[in-house]
């Protein structure tokens, strides 16, 4: 009996041995966190399965700072280091009316650890923020490079979203990813998800 | 050893020109959507994509774009360019691509978000954040060019990632 | 469906880096780097192009270098700046050690007849003031099927330690 992948119209071979075998994909879910209503004052993915050569990072981000708007700052935090001087940073960003770039080293106002951004407490309600983060060769011996592709728009003037990259200073493979919005908390439905890409 | 995702749900081809495209009972198991639109259009237009065909005035953007010489951000609020959609981007004569990432497309605890790229060798290197203000789940999308036709030739492939 | 068809990890250096026998049975391909490269400059080009051509290739690009932003096209420079798609400037000998670049590029309907439409983000780091963000549109006007992918620059050769992953989308 064939099968058919009901989604694709897919008809293939059947499971028996000898037949071609099927293919899934090298791109996996590792891990969710989702906020609860308490709000989190941080999350983090740890212990990072090794066996992976890339990881990308999808989340929607609020904070609880409901006396601010349009995108505050987010801290990452790889391997639990929070050191002041091991991040670098630059970015290009549109905040709809003017469009720029910016960034310095890990000594510099760019630097920190701070990059990404979370959506404020006292945006229009039901927003958040999208950050999809790429980090490739994660476990080799580099520096690395995180990629990041973060936006939101919140019907108002304080919208805006930055294509940018933060370097860790750091050989370290990285088995740890924490995300830390300088509101006090991630407000409920806050979402992070941790991929992994074979390679 | 992770869940593996990153799976096509649709696919269309255009076999000839048509004023918009439309993807029917989308599946409300995935966590985001992606939707990768490639080909050429009648005209330069903009890409707009109303959620469930959803026409009314409830849309906004924010967008960062290269002419190829100038660069500029802009945005557009509602009520204003409202009922048109969510901006995804930007066809062409001569071929463009369209990465959008639909997120959290099913949770009905929040407003719709979708951000993109969009590219082409003749007209615009951009990329574009969008806001539905609806907490309804997404089933469908219906796309289509603000001027035009979308070429025959061109592809529109949803794929889902699970979360 | 997200599938690795290739990796290439540079054990030396190299002048260039191309991924042939590409197979023809996806949709798209996606190609995924980690390049820098051995010149005596802080950045260096980053160019891509298909099935060994040097002709009929177009391009616009979006461009932040830490300080400014621009945007240009093949158009602006002339030859031989229509012989490839150029995806950025990305790490070379002199920016900061042991920093790579990130480099992902989408090539839609490889195995169609129709032109080649390609979409490129390429993210340079360096601890300095200096980086670079590049999201770039390009074309390649010719009905062949993809077959290969070149990498090359004009700043010097890939340095060990470059990496190269091919994915095709399903």
């Not at chain 1, 750091?170 to 941790?194: C, E, R």
């Not at chain 2, 696919?11 to 985001?32: C, G, K, M, R, W």
Request: hydrophobic residues 35%; neutral net charge; aromatic residues 12%.
């Amino acid at each position: 009996m064939s099968i058919t992948r009901f989604s694709t119209g897919f008809v293939g071979d059947t499971a028996l041995a000898g037949n071609t075998s099927f293919s899934a994909s090298d791109f996996e879910l590792i891990s969710t966190i989702r906020v609860g209503s308490a709000g989190a004052s941080s999350i983090t993915f740890s212990n990072i399965p090794q066996e992976y050569k890339h990881l990308q990072i999808r989340a929607l981000t609020r904070g609880t700072d409901t006396g601010s708007v349009g995108i505050g700052n987010q801290f990452i935090i790889i391997n639990g280091d929070t050191a002041s001087t091991t991040y670098a940073r630059h970015e290009i960003i549109g905040n709809g009316s003017t469009a720029y770039s910016q960034g310095g080293s890990s000594t510099s106002t760019y630097g920190n650890f701070y990059a990404v951004g979370c959506a404020a407490g006292g945006n229009t309600a039901n927003t958040f923020n999208i950050n999809i983060i790429d980090i490739l060769d994660y476990t080799s011996s580099k520096n690395k490079t995180i990629k990041y592709f973060t936006g939101a728009d919140f019907n108002t003037s304080n919208g805006m979203l930055s294509l940018g990259s933060i370097l860790w200073l750091n050989t370290s493979a990285i088995t740890s990813f924490g995300l830390d919005p300088w509101a006090p908390l991630f407000s409920q439905y806050s979402k992070f998800s941790l991929y992994g890409i074979r390679g | 050893m992770g869940t593996p995702t990153y799976t096509l749900i649709q696919e269309q081809i255009l076999t000839s020109s048509q004023a918009a495209v439309t993807f029917l009972s989308i599946p409300q198991i995935y966590e985001d959507l992606v939707l990768e639109i490639s080909g050429t259009a009648s005209t330069g237009a903009t890409y707009w994509m109303r959620p469930n065909s959803d026409a009314s005035d409830i849309y906004s953007y924010t967008q960062i774009y290269g002419t190829g010489s100038t660069v500029a951000s802009g945005r557009a609020t509602s009520p204003g360019v409202g009922t048109a959609g969510m901006d995804i981007g930007y066809p062409a004569t001569t071929g463009t691509i369209q990465l959008v990432n639909i997120m959290s497309y099913a949770n009905t605890n929040m407003f719709k978000m979708a951000i993109a790229t969009h590219t082409g060798s003749e007209n615009y290197a951009a990329a574009v954040v969008s806001l539905w203000r609806s907490t309804a789940a997404i089933t469908s999308l219906y796309l289509y060019p603000s001027g035009g036709t979308i070429s025959a030739g061109s592809t529109f492939r949803l794929y889902g990632l699970v979360a | 469906m997200l599938k690795l068809i290739k990796t290439n990890v540079l054990d030396t250096a190299a002048a260039s880096v191309t991924i042939d026998n590409i197979p023809q049975e996806f949709k798209s391909l996606k190609l995924i780097a980690s390049p820098r490269f051995s010149g005596a400059f802080n950045f260096a080009e980053l160019r891509i192009s298909f099935n060994g051509s040097a002709t009929s290739f177009s391009w616009r690009r979006l461009q932040g270098n830490g300080s400014n932003v621009f945007s240009d096209a093949n158009t602006t420079y002339g030859s031989p700046y229509n012989q490839f798609i150029l995806s950025g400037s990305t790490n070379a000998a002199n920016s900061t050690s042991n920093t790579f670049g990130s480099f992902s590029v989408d090539i839609s309907n490889y195995t169609s007849s129709a032109n080649k439409v390609v979409s490129s983000s390429l993210l340079s780091e360096n601890n300095a003031n200096e980086g670079y963000q590049n999201l770039v549109g390009g074309l390649w006007s010719n009905s062949a099927v993809v077959t290969s992918i070149s990498l090359s620059t004009n700043g010097g050769n890939f340095v060990a330690g470059s990496t190269f992953y091919l994915y095709g989308i399903a």
